[in-house]
């Protein structure tokens, strides 16, 4: 087992096996088995398309076991790290089943991640390599994984999707190894890296085995009602859960289905791959689903045979959610409440209208146990708002290397605080009503304040720094950076932008508002008051947008998420 990993204790273990959720086959297993099934009966259908090519059932294996075979001969073995920040590319699939037969454990890394943000990955998982494509969206990522490798002499390869100087391309070996599935390994051991959004302070990792990620993937599967015929669009990034495992390109490749990938999450770009491929299934966000409504309606068409637009990551608004039943009468909303942590929640397909609107839906386990309680940890009166608590099969018993996270974030018996406030509907859904987290969610992406606010202090014009949620009326939230300035110091956004990039942060995480004063509002033990600052930061936009309404301009609504990263 991966040193330092917290697995589900042995009972709950052997409980989800007797239970039918959890199957002693890891994911190379698990995947190899499918793939050869779906091969065998429609040996013409694709497996995963995306800008430049497809790739069958049997050729996703043939590629995925020849990439097996070379990180082997590069010296990568079981329980290695590797981190993976490709975009919706074939490769990335192809290197995942191939780290999963081998046992390498992906860091699963966003490509719009920086410098700062990779050097920390790289101290806590202590990686071996680092998949890129070599340049995206005009950012150089071979030249940054040298300079990471130059740093971190541990991090000796360089996986790259296309040749390029420094790198190995991962996908132009001859050799084919063994069949997918044949070197085994330990069900319950790792098998992923993700990313949390972090609660409090930086981001933590989440390590997630092979029988708890299948187990999501196929109940999400079941839930998402995936089949041969379905075909899903991929635009979130997918290291991302959601589009990986909720049920994702995972939950795709055991159930067979099409996995369509875009790295554009514009709604033109995503309504012609819609009709080009003939797309029946799309996870996204609110603000995704958003522009999707923007289109104008001679572009609609081309979600004729879409059939289940799943939206989560960041609450759906009711009026959202009706208007997209009003528009595509044929489109069925599902909703989703996850957490790369590993609980997942979704409205049912062959529930009612009111409940997919208004709800965030109720876990895909019976497994999953839920509890709803108060700050000191009693649970609350039905349908009452609480913290909502997770334990069960999917979700971890502890992040990775990081003790006094794990103190705070899990309870004695196992369950996880999610730091979201929720109550219950008497169906058993859950309503998201607000978060106790220092978070900020812009359009699905989370944020951790304190990151951000650790960057910011150290402008040397700063004294005090403060990072709240504003209100955004497309993303949901926006960063909005409150400070204190030195005595003498002068800051425009402008200026913390430009620090903020030279320090390497990922650009979406920019505050994207700046709010100087004079004094920090802070409480009688001198923590700051952020609910003060964002209740004083809604004011000042409210004021604003009433000034302004008349000469504003019209909100955009055709734009491409990924590229604002
Ligand atoms: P991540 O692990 O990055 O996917 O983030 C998980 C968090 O996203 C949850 O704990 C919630 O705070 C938030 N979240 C996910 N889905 C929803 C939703 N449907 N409504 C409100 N918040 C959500």
């Excluded at 649970?379 to 708002?385: D, I, L, Q, R």
Aim: net charge neutral; hydrophobic share 40%.
């Amino acid at each position: 087992m991966l040193e330092d990993y917290i697995p589900i204790p042995t009972a709950d273990a052997e409980r989800y096996l007797r239970a039918g959720c959890w199957r002693r086959q890891t994911l190379a297993q698990a995947i190899g088995d499918a793939a050869r099934r779906h091969a065998a009966e429609r040996p013409d259908a694709i497996a995963i398309r995306d800008a430049r090519r497809a790739i069958s059932f049997a050729a996703l294996l043939e590629e995925s076991s020849r990439i097996a075979a070379t990180l082997e001969r590069r010296g990568i073995k079981r329980g290695d790290r590797i981190i993976v920040q490709l975009p919706n590319r074939v490769e990335f699939a192809t290197l995942l089943v191939a780290c999963a037969e081998i046992g390498a454990i992906p860091v699963m890394a966003l490509p719009a991640l920086r410098q700062a943000e990779l050097e920390y990955l790289i101290t806590l998982a202590k990686p071996v390599a680092i998949a890129v494509a070599p340049t995206y969206r005009g950012f150089d990522h071979v030249a940054l994984a040298r300079e990471l490798r130059r740093r971190a002499p541990e991090l000796r390869i360089i996986l790259t999707t296309e040749p390029a100087e420094g790198g190995i391309d991962f996908g132009s070996v001859a050799e084919p190894g063994p069949p997918i599935g044949s070197r085994g390994g330990d069900p319950f051991d790792v098998s992923i890296l993700l990313l949390s959004g972090g609660t409090t302070g930086l981001p933590k990792l989440i390590p997630r085995s092979h029988a708890d990620y299948l187990c999501s993937a196929e109940a999400c599967a079941a839930v998402c009602g995936f089949n041969p015929a379905t075909r899903l669009l991929l635009a979130l990034p997918v290291e991302h859960h959601f589009p990986l495992g909720a049920p994702g390109l995972v939950g795709a490749l055991l159930s067979g289905a099409a996995t369509i990938f875009s790295e554009s999450t514009n709604a033109s770009d995503l309504m012609r791959v819609a009709d080009a491929e003939q797309i029946t299934h799309l996870p996204c966000v609110p603000a995704i689903a958003l522009s999707i409504l923007g289109l104008a309606e001679r572009d609609r068409h081309g979600f004729a045979t879409l059939r289940v637009i799943s939206v989560g990551g960041q609450r759906l608004q009711e009026p959202t959610a009706r208007a997209l039943r009003r528009v595509f009468p044929h489109l069925q909303v599902q909703q989703v409440l996850g957490m790369s942590e590993g609980l997942i929640c979704y409205t049912r397909l062959d529930e009612s209208d009111d409940v997919a609107c208004t709800t965030q839906g109720r876990p895909v386990s019976p497994d999953d146990e839920i509890r709803v309680v108060r700050a000191d940890g009693t649970e609350v009166a039905a349908g009452e708002t609480g913290e909502l608590w997770c334990r069960g099969p999917s979700t971890i018993r502890g992040y990775y290397r990081a003790a006094d996270a794990n103190r705070a974030a899990f309870t004695a018996d196992g369950f996880y605080r999610t730091g979201d406030l929720v109550r219950q509907t008497p169906s058993g859904n859950l309503i998201v009503e607000g978060r106790i987290k220092d978070q900020i969610n812009r359009g699905g992406e989370k944020i951790s304040a304190e990151e951000i606010e650790s960057h910011i202090i150290a402008h040397p014009a700063v004294s005090a720094a403060a990072v709240v949620a504003m209100p955004d009326p497309r993303l949901g939230e926006k960063v909005c950076a409150f400070v204190k300035l030195a005595p003498g110091g002068s800051l425009s956004l402008e200026e913390l932008s430009v620090h903020l990039a030279q320090r390497g942060l990922a650009r979406f995480k920019f505050p994207e508002r700046l709010e100087v004063i004079d004094v920090m509002p802070l409480t009688n033990v001198g923590k700051i008051k952020k609910a003060e600052l964002k209740r004083t930061i809604e004011i000042r936009l409210a004021a604003e947008h009433t000034k302004g309404a008349a000469s504003a301009p019209a909100p955009r609504a055709n734009v491409d998420l990924a590229e604002e990263n």
